[in-house]
């Protein structure tokens, strides 16, 4: 940053996606969910830095050079379904054009027909109306950008998909049939070539309805990562952050989480989220690190970074 000032916009995220899986990424605004993919894609800014290492197969994304990514990775190992959309999409050319040549760079489809036919099946996969593939991104709805960004994205068949925020902008009927769309990318598999969904995202409701598992960023750290059937039913989220989060929601207790998140440049020595939390305690001066939580009996183990985590859903109204 200006002034030789650093900021850790992403600190200690460990964490695998598996094969077959579909790991949702959720937190708040702000708390590092975006840099960590923009990382996984070779698209952070200039006065970026990283360390670790990001393993897909054999190939660590963190020291892949632009060549790798241009040529190997991108739309052809990792899919992405960006973020912004309408800064994403080429501004000076149709839906159709841009559709038709990433048919013909990812896949082996050619001649004219044959790719007019591609890119509206790419389209239609999409929800993106057919009718409106010779529009350009500027005559586009937010939502119809997302959902040809989401086209973009799926042509290549890639193994892993990255997706930020994928259901922007839509109503809830197409932000069924898009992320239902992703979980397919995932389970319709010929031959032995397998795949993966990273889904960035703020809709719960969206993550409940496809994820495998769930984890939880907050301040830059992963505090949570959980079965999502756990997550959401029953023992529920273990990490008082986590649980406020599902507490925030309209079908549930609607109730917000007090206070703001930490300066990304001013994190506490100990816990980032004490400050909000109800459950502090001085052993919170200190970091908690990511440790296993004991589970039901025959329920998988929730990690967490927390010194004192939830048991249950029904902890708080036995203590009362």
């Known amino acids: 940053m200006p002034g030789g000032r650093r900021v850790a916009a992403v600190t200690d995220a460990h964490f695998d996606v598996a094969a077959g899986e579909c790991l949702a990424l959720i937190g708040e605004s702000g708390c590092g969910k975006s840099v960590l993919a923009s990382a996984l894609l070779g698209l952070l800014p200039g006065n970026a830095r990283t360390a670790g290492a990001a393993l897909l197969g054999d190939l660590d994304l963190l020291t892949a050079d632009e060549r790798t990514f241009a040529r190997t990775v991108r739309g052809r190992l990792v899919g992405l379904v960006p973020q912004s959309p309408a ?11 841009q559709l038709e040549e990433t048919v013909a760079e990812l896949t082996d489809v050619r001649g004219r027909v044959a790719l007019r036919q591609a890119a509206e099946a790419a389209a239609e996969r999409a929800a993106f109306p057919v009718d409106h593939l010779d529009h350009h991104p500027h005559e586009l709805s937010g939502g119809l950008a997302q959902r040809a960004a989401t086209a973009l994205a799926l042509v290549g068949d890639a193994p892993l998909l990255l997706a930020d925020e994928p259901t922007t902008g839509l109503d809830r009927d197409l932000v069924d049939r898009t992320v239902d769309e992703l979980r397919r990318h995932v389970d319709n598999v010929t031959g032995d070539r397998s795949r993966a969904l ?6 719960l409701a969206a993550a409940e309805r496809i994820a495998d598992r769930i984890a939880v960023m907050y301040a ?15 023992p529920g989220p273990r990490h008082p952050y986590s649980r406020g989060l599902l507490d925030a929601l309209p079908d549930r207790a609607f109730t917000p989480i007090p206070g703001l998140p930490p300066e990304l440049g001013a994190l506490p020595d100990g816990c980032a989220f004490a400050a909000r939390c109800d459950r502090a305690t001085d052993a919170c001066d200190a970091l908690p690190p990511l440790t296993a939580v004991p589970p039901p009996a025959g329920a998988p183990a929730a990690t967490v970074a927390c010194h004192h985590p939830h048991a249950a859903l029904t902890e708080a109204a036995d203590r009362a």
């Open 220 to 234: 830059g750290r992963l505090v949570e990562l959980a079965d999502a059937t756990d997550f959401f039913g029953t």
């Open 198 to 203: 990273l889904m960035i995202t703020h809709d």
């Open 87 to 97: 800064a994403h999409l080429t501004p000076v050319r149709t839906i159709r054009s």
